[in-house]
């Protein structure tokens, strides 16, 4: 078993990358047998292989061999992940708020041209997606200067004038006229009489009428 993984090594690091069909053919063994010697050498990074998948196999690879994966696995690519990973080409590095919702989704599948990194500064903790091309010193050097926009802005409270309300504020409303009781149904108007001009009519004297039988007086006023 140790010599079929010397070899299969030996293989990729000479022709690198290489699918596990090709692999299994070169080693002249089936498939699944290909496939155990090949992850017990991923375990162990002896060799290394793609997160996307050409059918069904990723690409196994030896260090230095990056580019030619890259160059493989562009093609395979839809025409939206190859507008996002030209974007992400063109921003270096992106924080997830530069990034419309469709790009943050794509980013995940694009792992073998993007790395995701979480930078943390004091209590801010931020997700950026780093473009392969981008240099480490670069990608420190922009971090810095894009975390910076995205630090709270601390404001004196006590340096804030308080304004004047545009409309005073009364300290008491008007209490509200009580409406009128309804009248129950089936009651009769009352009739207001006469409409009388105060100001017009006299008011009528007092008349006295008087009783012969019981000899009483009484006064009445007729309003």
């Known amino acids: 078993m140790q010599e079929y993984e010397q070899k299969a090594k030996q293989l990729v690091e000479a022709g690198g990358p290489l699918l596990l069909m090709d692999i299994a053919k070169k080693l002249e063994v089936e498939s699944y047998l290909a496939g155990a010697i090949i992850s017990t050498l991923s375990d162990r990074g002896s060799i290394n292989h793609s997160f996307r998948k050409i059918g069904s196999s990723p690409l196994y690879f030896s260090n ?15 025409d939206l992940e190859k507008k ?38 004091g209590d801010l903790e931020v997700v950026c997606w780093r473009h392969y091309s981008v240099s480490d010193e670069e990608f420190k050097s ?37 409406e009128p009781a309804p009248e129950p149904p089936g009651a009769k108007e009352k009739d207001p009489g006469p409409e009388v001009d105060d100001e017009t009519a006299p008011a009528e004297p007092l008349k006295e009428l008087k009783s012969d ?11």
């Open 64 to 78: 230095g061999q990056e580019p030619r994966v890259r160059e493989i696995l562009f093609k395979e690519l839809n």
């Open 84 to 121: 996002a990973l030209d974007r992400l080409k063109d921003l270096k590095v992106a924080f997830q708020e530069d990034l419309y919702p469709q790009e943050r989704y794509l980013m995940g599948d694009l792992k073998d041209f993007v790395s995701r990194v979480v930078v943390k500064d």
């Open 142 to 178: 922009l971090v810095s200067e894009k975390i910076k926009t995205l630090k709270p802005v601390e404001i004196d409270s006590e340096s804030i004038e308080k304004s004047e309300p545009a409309v005073p504020v009364k300290d008491e409303l008007p209490e509200p006229k009580p």
């Open 213 to 223: 039988k019981h000899k009483t007086r009484h006064i009445v006023r007729i309003d």
